[in-house]
């Protein structure tokens, strides 16, 4: 593993499809603090959320799960979804899929059964954030991507997914309420979004 200031990534014998950096992935040593996911053709290892993001992603969760879809769930966590098409696998900070994803052997979920993803920016995944991740969970039809830019102190919800990423989006300062779209409809309060 070459480690950088801002991004450590893991190269060598490039493996021969998204399946071989899938097999990597698995059988990385991933160090301590640092979580490993597959954007653009590389095992991108980034350290892991500060303290905070946690209340953060709990204050989302609270808020979002008494409006989920029938049979949907929201987490938080480790949890490995993977795009094939595009050859991309993200571990979402916050994920809302329907129930029946977790009843799998595989530590390899279809990220095409997403309903929901939020993304808490850092300064190591921030680009890609803005970036690929966007055009990724757009081209792969998650209705909505939530992106909490904690750099920026800025929320933006992107929602109506298309070929060219998302068709709509609209941010708003922490401190101000944010309108979920379908298939949420509900309105996110970032009041205590704020780092301490």
């Keep these: 593993m070459t480690v950088m200031a801002e991004r450590p990534t893991t190269r060598g014998t490039e493996p021969d499809s998204f399946e071989g950096l899938l097999n990597t992935l698995d059988e990385l040593d991933v160090p301590d603090?640092?979580?490993?996911?597959?954007?653009?053709?590389?095992i991108v290892v980034s350290p892991w959320s500060k303290g905070?993001?946690?209340?953060?992603?709990?204050?989302?969760?609270?808020?979002?799960?008494?409006?989920?879809?029938?049979?949907?769930?929201?987490?938080?966590?480790?949890f490995l979804y993977t795009f094939p098409q595009v050859e991309r696998a993200y571990g979402p900070d916050i994920h809302v899929a329907h129930r029946s994803i977790s009843r799998?052997?595989?530590?390899?979920?279809?990220?095409?059964?997403l309903?929901?993803?939020?993304?808490?920016?850092?300064?190591?995944?921030?680009?890609?954030?803005?970036?690929?991740?966007?055009?990724t969970y757009g081209r792969s039809g998650v209705p909505v991507f939530l992106l909490l830019d904690m750099q920026e102190e800025q929320?933006?919800?992107?929602?109506?997914?298309?070929?060219k990423g998302y068709e709509s989006r609209d941010t708003k300062p922490f401190g101000e309420k944010l309108r979920i779209p379908q298939p949420f409809d509900c309105v996110l309060d970032t009041t205590d979004f704020k780092a301490p």
Excluded at 33 to 42: F, K, L
């Design 155 to 163: 929320a933006t919800v992107f929602s109506m997914p298309s070929a």
């Design 115 to 135: 309903s929901f993803v939020a993304e808490l920016t850092s300064s190591s995944t921030r680009d890609d954030d803005l970036t690929d991740k966007v055009l």
């Design 33 to 42: 603090g640092y979580t490993a996911e597959i954007i653009r053709g590389s």
């Design 52 to 78: 905070y993001y946690l209340d953060v992603m709990e204050l989302v969760c609270e808020q979002l799960r008494q409006h989920l879809p029938s049979e949907h769930r929201i987490s938080y966590g480790p």
């Design 104 to 113: 799998s052997t595989s530590n390899h979920l279809d990220g095409e059964a």
